[in-house]
T-cell receptor, first 112, second 114 residues
């Protein structure tokens, strides 16, 4: 069935470095993925999404890469800033419904 | 435009009690979903409402219920609270709740069951 998971529970980077957060999924039929950012004390906030007919999508300082061959997606954050410190989740709809299945999340810490 | 509003922000209850949480979606949004977030299980889908009808339900016991009003505001209720119900309960809204539609989350209600 559908499931998404993240490789690392925590990631620590220096301010200004690029960050890469990974996510693996199991359902080869999955066709839509979303990345959310959750800051302390807040709900998840949409960052960027990608459909399976794309390999890459860019936003402001963020890029999502989708590798359907190995069922892997990644979120790249350029020039990471202290404000990027948060927990990042990948998510996908389950079974053609509005229900989202979330990965466990990666906590990103940006050191000054 | 105001975001998704959840009340109360924090709640402390004892085992066996019941609790009602409230969610006001973004103006114009008709779909409301509820999620439970715990350190151990992460974010898990509870249910989704659209036009006062429950369209989807997650794998939670019948103690968890919800409803949606004609103004799209939603409430969820947990009866006979257990210690394991301690969690952050998040509400999310979207325009129509259609497939692949963006969800907007509130800041959640932190429920502690003692």
């Amino acid at each position: 069935g559908e499931s998404v998971g993240l490789h690392l529970p925590t990631l620590s980077v220096q301010e200004g470095d690029n960050s890469i957060i990974n996510c693996a999924y199991s359902n080869s039929a999955s066709d839509y993925f979303i990345w959310y950012k959750q800051e302390s004390g807040k709900g998840p906030q949409f960052i960027i999404d990608i459909r399976s007919n794309m390999d890459k999508r860019q936003g402001q300082r963020v890029t999502v890469l989708l590798n359907k061959t190995v069922k892997h997606l990644s979120l790249q954050i350029a020039a990471t800033q202290p404000g990027d410190s948060a927990v990042y989740f990948c998510a996908e709809p389950q079974g053609g419904s509005e229900k989202l299945v979330f990965g466990k999340g990666t906590k990103l810490t940006v050191n000054p | 435009k105001a975001g998704v509003t959840q009340t109360p922000r924090y709640l402390i209850k004892t085992r066996g009690q019941q609790v009602t949480l409230s969610c006001s979606p973004i103006s114009g949004h008709r779909s409301v979903s509820w999620y439970q977030q715990t350190p151990g299980q992460g974010l898990q889908f509870l249910f989704e409402y659209f036009s006062e009808t429950q369209r989807n339900k997650g794998n939670f016991p019948g103690r968890f219920s919800g409803r949606q009003f004609s103004n799209s505001r939603s409430e969820m209720n947990v009866s006979t609270l257990e210690l394991g119900d301690s969690a952050l309960y998040l509400c999310a809204s979207s325009s129509k709740g259609g497939l692949n539609e963006k969800l907007f989350f509130g800041s959640g209600t932190q429920l502690s069951v003692l």
